[in-house]
């Protein structure tokens, strides 16, 4: 599939690793190894998709051009408008032209985060109460030294996002009302650490921070008839899932753990996986619908909100 790369910022680059020969050109106002200036640039009989790399506030501008024009578009987390109907318009676009628009949130290919869905899908949990997850990482200075990310809400949307992707990928679009626990601007001039919460059936806890010195992700399910926990993510390894089955009327539990040591396989298996959505002309906008409202809601709150 002839594919271009649009933004050769980190996350572009790792994008256009993995494509590897399939893509033909690449786009960055900036960067001098791109290939192209601006996307208008690039002849429109000259590739079939798209990889959009670029910052939040260009996104929807950008996939209405590619959408427009029949071309397939994965684009980077999370896909943000100042309304839901600027999203269902991309949606409609998509399938008006029979193509692909795919937003990447790569952890739900993550080994154990697949593992934890079979888990609650399978019933063998039974009721689940609460589900806590922490993600963090100590990348506070290079935010605040981008000339871009450190705005707005911060690590609430730029992490926040993965987190609530996560909800909607276990659990399915649970009606909770979320809420901003706390929110604090230690180091940053956008929110740095943030804490999610939101009552409901199970009860859901979001913890999510650019200061966490060593980077880590922690998950527990805690449920009627046992538990489930994830200590870390493939890139960062090991990383372990443990299930526990509860002991009647109480006792140490049975437990079973399974541990990998493996480089990251996500970004192969999501463009893998982007390439067989594209030849089902199949679109995953109905999520970004969820998330969007829910992100918009508590951005509005935070940004709103008194003392830190």
Same mark, same amino acid.
């Given at each position: ?202 009860? #859901?806890?979001?913890?999510?921070? &650019?200061?966490?010195?060593? +980077?880590?992700? @922690?998950?527990?399910? !805690? =449920? ?60 995953? #906008?109905?999520?970004?619908?969820? &998330?969007?409202?829910?992100? +918009?809601?508590? @951005?509005?709150?935070? !940004? =709103?909100?008194?003392?830190?």
């Amino acid at each position: 599939m002839r594919t271009i790369v649009i933004g050769l910022g980190v996350q572009g680059k790792k994008r256009a690793a993995v494509a590897g020969a399939e893509v033909i050109g690449t786009v960055d106002p900036v960067q001098p190894e791109a290939t192209y200036k601006t996307v208008t640039d690039v002849s429109l009989g000259g590739y079939d998709a798209a990889l959009v790399c670029t910052p939040d506030d260009t996104k929807v501008e950008l996939l209405s051009y590619l959408l427009g024009h029949g071309k397939h578009v994965l684009v980077e987390k999370p896909l943000v408008a100042s309304n839901n109907a600027d999203i269902g318009r991309l949606l409609d676009l998509a399938r008006a032209r029979g193509v692909t628009c795919y937003t990447a949130y790569n952890h739900r290919l993550e080994p154990h985060f697949i593992r934890m869905k079979q888990l609650i899908d399978s019933g063998e949990l039974a009721r689940i109460y609460r589900c806590r997850m922490f993600y963090g990482n100590g990348t506070a200075r290079d935010v605040r030294d981008s000339p871009w990310r450190d705005k707005g809400a911060g690590v609430l949307v730029d992490l926040g996002s993965h987190l609530l992707d996560t909800v909607l990928f276990w659990f399915g679009p649970v009606d909770h009302e979320f809420r901003v626990v706390s929110r604090h601007r230690f180091e940053n001039a956008a929110f740095d650490h943030v804490v999610l919460g939101a009552e409901g059936m199970p009860v #859901l806890e979001l913890e999510v921070t &650019l200061l966490s010195w060593r +980077n880590r992700f @922690t998950c527990d399910v !805690l =449920a009627e008839r046992g538990s489930a926990h994830i200590e870390s993510l493939c890139k960062w390894g090991p990383s372990t899932f443990t299930r526990r089955r509860r002991r009647l009327p109480s006792g140490r539990p049975d437990e079973e753990s399974v541990t990998l040591v493996q480089p990251d396989p996500t970004w192969t298996l999501e463009w893998e996986h982007f390439k067989q959505l594209c030849r089902r002309a199949e679109s995953n #906008l109905s999520n970004d619908l969820w &998330l969007n409202q829910r992100l +918009n809601a508590l @951005t509005a709150a935070a !940004l =709103a909100g008194g003392r830190e």
